[in-house]
């Protein structure tokens, strides 16, 4: 009888030892999901801001080159317009 209730309550132990094992697994699992989330949304910030960064100095080139008159770069490139969404449109009428 005794060896009996040593059994169960080993085997109730390795139970629980089991369980809070994978629940350890589990949160491990979810911080580490959390760090990749964190890393990937600054990754993807980095990435946008690099972007909008090329895309300033591209259209500050082109402003250079055409020393700073609006007009005459949208006379020699009319296709930009097609590029323009149509509330943006405004700031290129004067």
Known sequence: MVVKMIKKT????????ESEAEKLQRQKKARQ?????????????KARSDDTKRKILIGAYLLKKYDNDVKKFLAENPEFMLIVR????RLFES
Do not use: F, M
């Not at 080993?10 to 030892?17: A, P, S």
């Open 33 to 45: 999901d959390l760090v990749d989330a964190v890393i990937k949304g600054r990754e993807q910030k």
């Open 86 to 89: 149509e509330t943006d449109k």
């Open 10 to 17: 080993t085997k109730e132990l390795k139970q629980k030892v």
